[in-house]
């Protein structure tokens, strides 16, 4: 199916609305292109709460996007990512974006597959 609806993984079926259910992925709702997400849309894992809006291309996070994480707790003293907004490649981090901690300490910069790299500048 190509348009836009609602991608929900349950169970691996599909029916006449576009919707889409595998098993205990989350939900994805935007465009489709033959079944795959392509376009913009919302990503919601179920598991671990973390949320994708953005551009896709053949499935995978590729252009500018937010990412949203968990808000699940991390070891003592970890410094826990937050979100990002930026540039995507191959799902990753990658290109010019902002990383923003729980702590409220921000880099804004450029990465380089999901990792920071090159200039940038770190707040605290």
């Known amino acids: 199916p190509t348009g836009r609806g609602k991608l929900c993984w349950l169970k691996r079926a599909v029916d006449a609305d576009m919707q889409y259910y595998y098993k205990l992925e989350g939900s994805y709702c935007g465009d489709v292109v033959t079944g795959v997400r392509h376009g913009t849309g919302v990503m919601q894992h179920s598991q671990s709460g ?4 953005g551009e896709w291309k053949n499935g995978i996070r590729e252009g500018l996007g937010l990412m949203v994480y968990d808000s699940g ?22 290109g010019e ?28």
């Open 50 to 53: 973390t949320q994708y809006q």
């Open 73 to 94: 707790e991390g070891a003592e003293g970890e410094e826990r990512e937050h979100r990002y907004i930026g540039s995507f490649s191959a799902n990753q981090r990658h």
């Open 97 to 124: 974006g902002v990383l923003c901690y729980r702590s409220g300490n921000k880099y804004a910069g450029s990465f380089c597959k999901g990792l920071r790299h090159g200039p940038g500048q770190f707040h605290w």
